[in-house]
């Protein structure tokens, strides 16, 4: 199903991201600035949790304290990093929780060409 992540047109012809970068929303998460310097180390890191070696490219190379959605979810409770956060070993970790998820999303929208690893 091609196209089916882009965003709508508004009646003004401008894009859904367009006409959200004009409010008061928080900055998009895609501005987070990438490069090949973020290889191999963590001196971008601000929760103290990133690992050098678990990242193999630049797009992971993103701590969860750039993403505003995830600072939304994490800003009420204690500890730096989302990994902290109450409910992320119930929601993220669990293999029965991520089965049920990707069932659910494959049902939806189909299945993903990416490797078992990635989804289970």
């Known amino acids: 199903m091609p196209y089916r992540f882009e965003p709508y047109a508004s009646e003004s012809g401008e894009t859904n991201s367009e006409s959200d970068s004009e409010d008061d929303n928080p900055p998009d998460d895609r501005q987070i600035p990438l490069d090949l310097q973020r290889l191999n180390n963590v001196e971008w ?19 969860c304290r750039e993403l505003a959605k995830v600072q939304a979810l994490n800003g009420n409770h204690e500890g730096s990093c989302i990994t902290q ?5 119930a929601v993220c970790l669990n ?18 060409n990416k490797s078992p690893h990635e989804y289970v």
């Open 45 to 63: 890191c601000t929760c103290g949790c990133c690992r050098a070696d678990n990242l193999e490219t630049v797009q992971e190379c993103v701590c």
């Open 95 to 112: 293999e029965y929780v991520l089965d049920v998820a990707y069932s659910y999303y494959k049902q939806n929208h189909g299945h993903l």
């Open 85 to 89: 956060h109450p409910g992320f070993e």
